[in-house]
Nanobody, 115 residues
């Protein structure tokens, strides 16, 4: 099973980015999927999660109202729309997926927000 994340980049404060993460190599659809991030010198932290059907989402307080997680099960892909980006959002963003009882991580995509 592989998780391929994309969409990171350099953006000015106040700008937007959309991250994508495609799951491949599994005969089973993912259950809960999510995005985490890790800034230099800090621990990895939860950004957002979404349930299998998309009806339940959870966000870190720091991103509520600015970020939106969504998924397309037909494409086995999870998205993170990030608006009103702040320099504090600078980090390597990782996607995560639970498939049956196994947990998988993507390779990370760097997001850099300049002030």
């Amino acid at each position: 099973v592989q998780l391929q994340a994309s969409g990171g980049g350099l953006v000015q404060a106040g700008g937007s980015l959309r991250l994508s993460c495609a799951v491949s190599g599994s005969d089973f659809g993912a259950n809960t999927m999510g995005w985490y991030r890790q800034a230099p010198g800090k621990q990895r932290e939860l950004v957002a999660t979404i349930s299998r059907g998309g009806g339940s989402t959870d966000y870190a307080d720091s991103v509520k109202g600015r970020f939106t997680i969504s998924r397309d099960n037909a494409k086995n892909t999870v998205y993170l729309q990030m608006n009103s980006l702040e320099p504090e959002d600078t980090a390597n963003y990782y996607c995560n997926a639970w498939i049956r009882l196994n947990n998988y991580w993507g390779q990370g995509t760097q997001v850099t927000v300049s002030s």
